[in-house]
């Protein structure tokens, strides 16, 4: 009787502990499961989070290449304004030359003038047109036949006045 007692206590010990072992290996197994559905959503979640900053970093890396290909092209927009301006002066100072000179001379003498100045202004313009891109040639070759096309009107309208 007593090894009885001793027997169901012992059977009934042994399989509260099995009980209990049981218990923590499920919750166990369910804390592993819940880590490891929160470590891939983690994962995703930084791994967009990568693939976003690597957009930005590309977007800006574009960025500033284009800043510095437009630093580039204003620079050397900036140095040809700077040419057109010279060259715009001496155009000027030539003009006001030939200006002072114009009662003086007869109307053979001022086209002498004015081929020659226009001459001297395409030679140097040539020299310019080389250093410029294809495209800003085109601006250049349209500026200076308007320009002749002025002069010619100038030097049309000073013949008339002294025949």
């Given amino acids: 009787m007593i090894f009885d007692l001793l027997q169901t206590a012992f059977l009934r010990e ?3 502990l099995l009980v209990r072992v049981s218990n923590e290996r499920v919750a166990l ?8 559905s929160q470590r891939n959503v983690d994962l995703r979640r930084i791994r967009e989070e990568a693939m976003a900053l690597q957009t930005r970093s590309r977007n800006i890396q574009v960025a500033d290449a284009h800043v510095e290909e437009l630093k580039r092209f ?11 301006e010279a060259s715009l002066m001496d155009e000027c ?17 001022l086209r002498k003038m004015m081929t020659s100045s226009t001459r001297k202004r395409s030679e140097r ?9 294809n495209g800003n040639m085109r601006m ?24």
């Fill in 125 to 133: 313009e040539s020299g310019e047109e080389r250093r410029t891109k």
């Fill in 29 to 36: 197994d369910a804390e592993r499961s819940e880590f490891a």
């Fill in 74 to 84: 204003y620079y050397a927009k900036f140095k040809q304004l700077q040419e057109l």
């Fill in 93 to 109: 100072v030539e003009l006001e030359r030939i200006r002072g000179s114009l009662p003086e001379a007869g109307p053979k003498e």
């Fill in 14 to 16: 042994q399989h509260d």
């Fill in 140 to 163: 250049i070759e349209m500026s200076d036949e308007r320009e002749r096309d002025e002069e010619e009107e100038e030097e049309e309208g000073h013949q008339e006045g002294f025949v």
